[in-house]
């Protein structure tokens, strides 16, 4: 089945910089992919989504970044604000898998003012 | 718009009692999901229906049981509580099987002693 991992567990940032969330994924059918974030006490929220025939999809201050060869993807945030704390997840999703989600186990990510 | 609606938002069950989780989502989506949020351990799902009148097993169905109630409402019910089952839900929908978003509801938290 799907395995989907994230390569750290929290990842720490100054206000302003530029982060970069990574997720790694085990079925190379996986043709869908999705960041959500997750704010303490919240239900997950969808920040922006990446299909197979793309490797770049920006959106606002967001950009996902799709490596299919080596199976993996990247969320980069630009301008971190103390508002982007939260906990990222990726998704994996495939046609062959009836497109149910597979997620990763999440980066918490803190920004320090 | 309410978009998915969990209740209750917060239990507690001693071992053995039951309970059930109730979701409803008022977007017309065709899937609805169950999952459970452990810390380390991401979001898995426990049950799932693709659309109305049809309900199957995730990764983790033991010791749940689910019933797809109308097009709006999938509850998730606990026969027999037991610690395991400590954890923070979420149910989840998407517009239909296909490649698209899930939106999540709120959450609910439970105890079991």
């Known amino acids: 089945g799907e395995s989907v991992g994230l390569h750290l567990p929290t990842l720490s940032v100054q206000e302003g910089d530029n982060s970069i969330i990574n997720c790694a994924y085990s079925?190379?059918?996986?043709?869908?992919f999705i960041w959500y974030k997750q704010e303490s006490g919240k239900g997950p929220q969808f920040i922006i989504d990446?299909?197979?025939?793309?490797d770049k999809r920006q959106g606002q201050r967001v950009t996902v970044l799709l490596n299919k060869t080596v199976k993996h993807l990247s969320l980069q945030i630009a301008a971190t604000q103390p508002g982007d704390s939260a906990v990222y997840f990726c998704?994996?999703?495939?046609?062959?898998?009836?497109?149910?989600?597979?997620f990763g186990r999440g980066t918490s990510l803190i920004v320090h003012p | 718009n309410a978009g998915v609606t969990q209740t209750p938002k917060f239990q507690v069950l001693k071992t053995g009692q039951s309970m059930t989780l109730q979701c409803a989502q008022d977007?017309?989506?065709?899937?609805m999901y169950w999952y459970r949020q452990d810390p380390g351990m991401g979001l898995r799902l426990i049950y799932y229906?693709?659309?109305?009148?049809?309900?199957d097993k995730g990764e983790v169905p033991n010791g749940y049981n689910v019933s797809r109630l109308n097009k709006r409402e999938f509850s998730l019910r606990l026969e027999s509580a037991a610690p395991s089952q400590t954890s923070v839900y979420f149910c989840?929908?998407?517009?239909?099987?296909?490649?698209?978003?899930?939106?999540f509801g709120a959450g609910s938290r439970l105890t079991v002693l």
């Open positions: 989840a929908s998407k517009e239909g099987a296909g490649a698209n978003v899930l939106t």
């Open positions: 079925n190379s059918a996986s043709d869908y």
């Open positions: 990446i299909r197979s025939n793309m």
């Open positions: 998704a994996a999703q495939s046609s062959g898998g009836s497109y149910i989600p597979t």
């Open positions: 977007m017309n989506h065709n899937s």
């Open positions: 229906s693709a659309s109305e009148g049809t309900t």
